[in-house]
């Protein structure tokens, strides 16, 4: 079971998570969703969170006073928890950081809004993290986003385990193309290979299409990848398709079969030597 704990001053905006697959992962125990508004821990008498900028400018800044007391608040000792803070000065989320977050006991979200942040509130947060690389009105859409990509990765989740690893993103590779019925819709056919029953191929074709959709449409992705020896032949193969994915054959070219050796019969050249040998004595 994880825990997502979200300090926000607008706990309505996450009604979302109250459907479908996250609404039965609720049900099941496997993921909890704790809404703190932390308006409830501003101790003036209008239950002020925000005040004006030192120094001047624009818009309203949250205070510490409120949030530093949620967090204090909070079920799991330091430790045991992880807590990020939502801000588009932080490093860009991504499936992997939703992977590395999945085996935490508990996430705990601290939303921002209006103008931002009083500095002093980025020494609660283990990190800084941010949606992408645009300015939201508020932390709350990203913080679903991110509730979303994790929960999924808890085993049970999806109605299968395997349905997740092989998503674009999960491997380095963005996924192949996915067929369902009919096998032919107005014309548009499903690839024969698909209804085949040919185990080996399909994985073949599949991994093949894996590799062309990330070339094709995420070069900057490849970069990263490491091939593995199994496809120097669809890389090979892909190259006569699209010319231009030749340009990073330094990445796999290592993988090139090598000729086989004539082992064997140097061996025997070598027996022969050594028995001439022996017999000479
Ligand atoms: C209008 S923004 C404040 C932006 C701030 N003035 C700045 O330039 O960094 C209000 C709040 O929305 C959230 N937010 C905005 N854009 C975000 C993003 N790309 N990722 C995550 N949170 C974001 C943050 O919590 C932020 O404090």
Known sequence: MI????????????APLQESILKRAQEAGLVQIRLVNFRDYATSKHKN???????????????????????????HPIGKRRVILLSPQGQVFCQKKAKEWSTEEELVFICGHYEGFDERIRELADEEVSLGDY???????????????????????????????EDSHS?????????TRPADFEGRQVPDILLSGHHAM?????????????????????????????DYPLLEEL????????LWRAKWEH?????KRRRRSSNKALVKVSVKKSEDL
């Open 3 to 14: 825990q997502f704990t979200v300090l926000t001053l607008f706990p309505e905006m996450f």
């Open 49 to 75: 969170v925000d005040d004006v900028p030192y120094g001047g400018g624009a818009g309203m800044l949250l205070k510490p006073e409120p949030i530093f007391a949620a967090i204090r608040d909070l079920s």
């Open 135 to 165: 300015v939201l009105t508020g932390g709350e859409p990203a913080a679903m986003v991110m509730i979303d990509a994790v929960a999924r990765l808890i085993p049970g989740v999806l109605g299968e385990d395997a349905s997740s690893e």
């Open 171 to 179: 491997t380095s590779f963005l996924e192949y193309p996915q067929f």
């Open 202 to 230: 399909i994985k073949r074709w599949r991994r093949k299409e894996s590799l062309r959709r990330t070339f094709l449409r995420r070069p900057d992705l490849i970069e990263a990848v490491t091939f593995e020896a199994d």
């Open 239 to 246: 190259v006569l398709d699209h010319p231009n994915i030749a």
């Open 255 to 259: 993988l090139c079969p090598q000729p």
